[in-house]
T-cell receptor, first 112, second 112 residues
């Protein structure tokens, strides 16, 4: 397996634009997590899915953020409209129950 | 709820020095414990893990022992190298929830 695959690796966008981040988890994993990493806050859990169903989105900063998992092999995190304070590295991770989480390489988002 | 506390960084060492990064946790039940490493510009990678009390996880010269009595999982290495410079995250996953909970991370800088 190629591991967790995220795209794009880097995204630069203007304030107010819609941004969509993509993630392909490891095949067979039943949990998928979206994290945001910043210098100020460290690694924050935004939302996680179990068997494609969103379980806890309490970490999503506000209504501008949304996440979907239409099938077991794909998830998106959307920000609309984007703001400069959304600039961060966004990680997707997947796991099989209580085993370790496997992380993608992240998407570095810059909103100017 | 579950939580992980790591020592503040950065930790700055000379090559071949001994490394300890402290980690303590709070969790319900008997969690699995992990150390992840993040090299510059990359995602988190699992370094080692331990799933029950007194287990010792080890990898690449790093070790950590699951201490239930002190709720600790300190990371150690006998002789660090410049290539070990990275950010190290302590994490847990408890039986009641499969969400990985991460500490804030500790930056390690090793000088030649």
């Amino acid at each position: 397996d190629a591991g967790v695959i995220q795209s794009p690796r880097h995204e630069v966008t203007e304030m107010g634009q819609e941004v969509t981040l993509r993630c392909k988890p490891i095949s067979g994993h039943d949990y998928l997590f979206w994290y945001r990493q910043t210098m100020m806050r460290g690694l924050e859990l935004l939302i996680y899915f179990n068997n494609n169903v969103p379980i806890d989105d309490s970490g999503m900063p506000e209504d501008r953020f949304s996440a979907k998992m239409p099938n077991a092999s794909f998830s998106t995190l959307k920000i609309q409209p984007s703001e400069p304070r959304d600039s961060a590295v966004y990680f997707c991770a997947s796991s099989l129950q209580q085993t370790e989480a496997f992380f993608g390489q992240g998407t570095r988002l810059t909103v100017v | 709820g579950d939580s992980v506390t790591q020592m503040e960084g950065p930790v700055t060492l000379s090559e071949e020095a001994f490394l300890t990064i402290n980690c303590t946790y709070t969790a319900t039940g008997y969690p699995s414990l992990f150390w992840y490493v993040q090299y510059p510009g990359e995602g988190l990678q699992l370094l080692l893990k331990a799933t029950k009390a007194d287990d010792k996880g080890s990898n690449k010269g790093f070790e950590a022992t699951y201490r239930k009595e002190t709720t600790s999982f300190h990371l150690e290495k006998g002789s660090v190298q410049v290539s070990d410079s990275a950010v190290y995250f302590c994490a847990l996953a408890s039986g009641g929830s499969y969400i990985p909970t991460f500490g804030r991370g500790t930056s390690l800088i090793v000088h030649p």
